[in-house]
C-alpha cells in the first residue's frame, strides 16, 4: 500500500482521540484569549470556592482533616492541594456548573500550586479557568450516567491534571499522557461511605491524588491511551449509561463552561436551594408565630429535588441523621430556614440540630412534585438539559430509566445543542407554601435561586459572591483586591491566599 502524501493543505495528524485535542487547546491558552466575562465569573469561582475552603477548615470535622493530611499550605505542595480540595468540597458549599461540582479540585489545586510556585493573579485565574472547562467537559459526557453532583469524582481526575499543568505551564503532550492516565482509574463512589461516614471528607483529596500521580507519570515519560475516554473498553463504557464523547471538545473557545456556574449560599444539595430562599423570605414576611401554630408546610418542587430525597431517604434519623444525608433532604432545612431567617453549616451538627422545635416543624413539611416545574428544569441548561438536546433519542430514553414514561412525556421536544453559554440557565423551582391553622396562608416561589445560573447572577455575581465570602469571616482587604486580582503580582497574591483561608 502507498502511503499518504501530506500536503500544505491538508496535512496528516495523528489521531489523539477527544483527550489529545483537549490537551492542544489547553496548552496554547492564555488567559487574554478568554472573554473578559468569563474572566470575571472565574474570579468569583475562586472566591466563592475560597468562602467554603475556609468555612471547612474551621469546622471540627475540618481541624481533623488538617489533622490527619497537613496545613493547607505545607512544603508539599500535592498535600496542600489534596488538604484544600477536600476542605472545601465535604459541606456542600461547593458550586456547580453544566456538568459538575467543579471547585474542589478546579480551585483547590490551582490555589496549592499558584501559592507554591509565586504566581500572579493572572496565571491563578487561567489555571482555574483551564480546570474549569476540561473537568467540566469530562463530566459532560459522561453526565447521563450513574454518578452526578459530588458523587462524580472523574471530575476531580480531571480538575487536579489540569489545574497543576495550567499553573506548570506543562506541554501538550504531558496533558496528554496525564489526562489519559488519570483516567484510566477512575474511583467509582459507593453511597453508603459516602453519606453515612467521614470517608466523604476523603473522597476527593483520593481523586486529586490520582490526578497529581498522574501528572508526575506524565512527566517523568510514561504514556496514557489517548483514546480511554470514547474507547469501548474505555472511561465512557464504564461511566456513561449514555456517552457524550464530542462533549470534550465541542466548542473550544466558543462555550465556556466557566460562566455555567451556579454558585452555593447555603449548605445542602443543589436540587433544594430555592426552597430554602422561599423559606428565609417567609420567615421575614410571616412574622410572629410558633410551630404549633402551623397546619402544613408544603414543598412543590421538581423532580431533581425528589431524587435528591430519595437518596437520603434511608439515612434519615432525626437528629442523628448523617451529614451527608441531611444536607440532601428538605424538610429539616427548610424548617430551620423557616424558624431561624438563616441556614449555616452549625445548623447540621450538635447542639442546634437536636433542637425539638426544628424537628417538630420538619415532620410538617411535605413535597409534592410539580409537572410544570419538572418541565422548566428539563428545559434548561444545567444540570442535564443541554446534556438531554445533545443525546437526541437516546437521551430520553436514559431519562425513562431515571424516572418513568411520565418524565420522558414532560421533556421539551428535541432541540439542538447550545451554540454558546451566554445565555445558561439552571431553573431549579420551588414553592413554598405555610398554612396556619388560623386560615392565613404564605407563599413564596423561586424558579431560579438565588445563586443559580441566569440572568440575575450574570449581573451580580461579584457583589453576592464578596458577600458570601465576609459572611464566612473573610477579611474586607480580600474581597478589596479581587475586583483587580488580575494586576496582583505573586508576593501580594500569596497574602490574599494566605488571608482568604484565615492563616
Request: with cysteine; glycine share 10%; net charge negative.
Amino acid at each position: 500500500m502507498t502511503a499518504p502524501v501530506a500536503t500544505a493543505a491538508e496535512p496528516i495528524v495523528p489521531e489523539a482521540g477527544q483527550l489529545g485535542r483537549l490537551a492542544e487547546w489547553a496548552g496554547e491558552l492564555e488567559l487574554s484569549d478568554v472573554p473578559e466575562r468569563v474572566v470575571s465569573f472565574a474570579a468569583s469561582h475562586l472566591l466563592s470556592q475560597l468562602a467554603a475552603i475556609r468555612t471547612g477548615l474551621a469546622q471540627e470535622d475540618g481541624r481533623r482533616l488538617t489533622r490527619a493530611l497537613g496545613a493547607p499550605f505545607q512544603a508539599d505542595t500535592a498535600q496542600s492541594a489534596r488538604v484544600l480540595a477536600g476542605a472545601g468540597a465535604w459541606l456542600n458549599l461547593d458550586d456547580t456548573a453544566y456538568a459538575g461540582h467543579l471547585g474542589p479540585s478546579t480551585v483547590g489545586v490551582p490555589l496549592a500550586y499558584a501559592h507554591a510556585l509565586g504566581l500572579s493573579g493572572a496565571e491563578l485565574l487561567r489555571a482555574v479557568i483551564l480546570a474549569d472547562e476540561c473537568a467540566a467537559r469530562v463530566t459532560a459526557a459522561a453526565t447521563l450516567g450513574p454518578f452526578r453532583g459530588q458523587t462524580a469524582l472523574h471530575t476531580h481526575l480531571v480538575g487536579a491534571v489540569a489545574g497543576r499543568l495550567a499553573c506548570e505551564r506543562a506541554s501538550a503532550r504531558q496533558w496528554r499522557d496525564a489526562l489519559a492516565l488519570a483516567l484510566s482509574a477512575p474511583p467509582w463512589t459507593l453511597m453508603r461511605g459516602f453519606i453515612d461516614s467521614d470517608a466523604r471528607m476523603l473522597h476527593v483529596p483520593v481523586a486529586v491524588r490520582m490526578g497529581l500521580d498522574a501528572c508526575d507519570a506524565a512527566e517523568g515519560g510514561l504514556r496514557g491511551a489517548h483514546d480511554i475516554v470514547e474507547h469501548p473498553d474505555g472511561f465512557l463504557a464504564q461511566f456513561a449509561a449514555v456517552p457524550l464523547p464530542e462533549a470534550v471538545t465541542m466548542g473550544l473557545g466558543r462555550r465556556w463552561h466557566t460562566e455555567t456556574l451556579s454558585f452555593k449560599l447555603h449548605p445542602g444539595g443543589p436540587g433544594i436551594d430555592a426552597a430554602i430562599d422561599c423559606a428565609l423570605d417567609l420567615h421575614t414576611e410571616m412574622g410572629g408565630w410558633a410551630v404549633d401554630d402551623v397546619a402544613e408546610v408544603v414543598v412543590e418542587c421538581s423532580v431533581y429535588t425528589l431524587f435528591a430525597a430519595r437518596k437520603a431517604q434511608s439515612y434519615l434519623d432525626g437528629p442523628r441523621t448523617p451529614l451527608g444525608a441531611l444536607v440532601l433532604t428538605t424538610p429539616y432545612p427548610v424548617a430551620t430556614a423557616l424558624l431561624t431567617g438563616g441556614l449555616a453549616i452549625e445548623d447540621f451538627s450538635a447542639p442546634l440540630v437536636e433542637t425539638s422545635e426544628r424537628w417538630r416543624l420538619a415532620e410538617k413539611v411535605q413535597l409534592v412534585h410539580d409537572e410544570e416545574m419538572t418541565r422548566e428544569l428539563l428545559a434548561g441548561d444545567a444540570p442535564f438539559g443541554e446534556a438531554l438536546r445533545q443525546s437526541g433519542a437516546e437521551g430520553r430514553r436514559w431519562l425513562e430509566l431515571f424516572g418513568g414514561r411520565d418524565l420522558v412525556d414532560l421533556a421539551p421536544p428535541p432541540a439542538p445543542p447550545a451554540e454558546d453559554f451566554t445565555r445558561a440557565a439552571k431553573p431549579t423551582p420551588a414553592r413554598v407554601r405555610v398554612v396556619l391553622r388560623d386560615g392565613r396562608v404564605f407563599t413564596r416561589e423561586y424558579r431560579i435561586p438565588r445563586g443559580g445560573i441566569g440572568p440575575e447572577l450574570r449581573a451580580g455575581h461579584q457583589a453576592l459572591i464578596a458577600a458570601k465570602f465576609r459572611s464566612s469571616g473573610g477579611p474586607a482587604a480580600v474581597t478589596d483586591l479581587w475586583p483587580r486580582l488580575t494586576e496582583a503580582e505573586p508576593e501580594q497574591l500569596r497574602r490574599a491566599l494566605d488571608q482568604a483561608i484565615g492563616l
